[in-house]
């Protein structure tokens, strides 16, 4: 019994450090460092600001790009935080493995961006 939840527990530890792993190599290009807290993503970046353009290229580009290759990746987590390097100023977005499935889906970059903005709210 003892041996079965041991193994239970090191598998879940190597599960999450491996979450933690393919999250930050989906962010490496901005230089963000990657935490999770409970099942909070925050992605801390080195900008002193978080434009709405640097957020959507993050969450675009970086997470859910990163996502349609690595199933899974994003399990879990119930939504992402994009900060400041100070950690006072972001964005937040919502529901986050379901709006990556969702605009996986469409072609209009637009209409992502809008779903992206829709599903999102201010630090």
């Known amino acids: 019994m003892k041996k079965v939840m041991l193994s ?3 598998i879940a530890v190597l599960s999450f450090a491996s979450q933690i792993q393919d999250i930050s190599n989906s962010v ?3 230089g963000a460092t990657v935490k999770i807290q409970k099942n909070h993503l925050v992605i801390i970046t080195s900008q002193n600001r978080v434009t709405n353009q640097i957020f959507q290229s993050i969450i675009q580009n970086g997470i859910c790009m990163y996502s349609f290759f690595t199933p899974g990746m994003l399990k879990n987590i119930k939504d992402v935080y994009v ?9 937040v977005l919502d529901n986050a493995e ?3 499935k969702t ?6 970059n637009n209409k992502i961006k809008l779903y992206i903005s829709s599903n999102t709210h201010l630090y």
């Open 103 to 108: 605009i996986g889906e469409m072609k209009d």
């Open 8 to 10: 239970s527990i090191i």
């Open 98 to 100: 379901n709006v990556c």
């Open 28 to 30: 490496k290009s901005w």
């Open 83 to 91: 900060l400041n390097k100070f950690s006072k100023q972001g964005y």
